[in-house]
């Protein structure tokens, strides 16, 4: 699972219908971030820093419209992965100022929230929107540092052939690392044998790896971000090994 999921009986939405909800009014203690200002200075921000276009933006809102959870994708030129920021914030204190990037995104109204590059909160306090702002700008930044380091471990695994005996050991190795859970190996098992996407049938390690993510899309949606991440470690330690 990648992007935004409505779960908890929050309702997918406009920008328009976000951007009409006038945020409460703020007290000395607690001092909340309009909707509107929060997406628009997001959306700047992706625009400034990372000299990309957004192309597809998910939003949605719980039913009183006191939560907002919101996906970005940005367009990075690679069709096989791309990079996702996503926001969440709320008019009733029950959430802080959130945003989470990476090639892998995880916002859901049951309030899981992670990204495979960063997450991070702040508090809707005095200086909440000076304070968010300067983190945004560093960690959106960040975010292509490590989607673009992840588009070269890609290339890296495209190029290390791997025959279909072998990438059945490799699979038996993720399993026994605790990597892949047996449910999530019998899906990799199948997607390595008889791939479901054309552009993962070439006989390398991408190709197993990819396998590997279909799998991993069996779980907790609230651990899909820690799953991938630890797989993509574990292909990376391959890599180092010279495999």
């Excluded at 409505?6 to 000395?28: I, K, N, W």
């Excluded at 990079?83 to 914030?89: E, K, T, W």
């Excluded at 799953?227 to 391959?238: I, K, L, Q, S, Y």
Aim: hydrophobic share 40%; charged share 20%; net charge neutral.
């Amino acid at each position: 699972m990648n992007g935004l999921m409505t779960h908890a009986g929050a309702e997918r939405v406009t920008r328009e219908q976000v951007f009409a909800l006038d945020a409460p009014s703020h007290t000395q203690s607690w001092k909340p971030v309009a909707y509107r200002d929060a997406i628009e200075m997001l959306h700047t921000t992706i625009e400034r820093e990372l000299r990309l276009p957004v192309t597809h933006e998910e939003y949605a809102l719980n039913k009183a419209g006191t939560q907002l959870f919101h996906v970005a994708r940005v367009d990075t030129g690679n069709p096989e992965a791309g990079l996702s920021i996503g926001m969440r914030q709320s008019y009733d204190k029950s959430l802080a100022l959130g945003v989470a990037a990476g090639a892998q995104v995880f916002v859901c109204d049951n309030l899981c929230f992670s990204g495979s590059a960063f997450s991070i909160m702040r508090k809707n306090t005095t200086n909440v929107w000076d304070d968010f702002s300067q983190l945004i700008r560093a960690q959106v930044a960040h975010s292509l540092g490590a989607f673009e380091e992840m588009q070269v471990d890609f290339g890296k695994l495209k190029g290390v052939s791997c025959n279909l005996r072998r990438g059945f050991a490799y699979l038996g190795v993720l399993q026994g690392e605790g990597v892949l859970k047996p449910n999530q190996a019998t899906v990799a098992y199948e997607d390595w044998t008889n791939p479901r996407h054309e552009e993962f049938a070439d006989r390398n390690l991408w190709g197993l790896y990819n396998a590997v993510t279909e799998g991993l899309k069996k779980g907790s949606a609230g651990r899909t971000i820690d799953r991938h991440v630890a797989a993509h470690d574990w292909f990376r330690a391959e890599l180092a090994r010279g495999t």
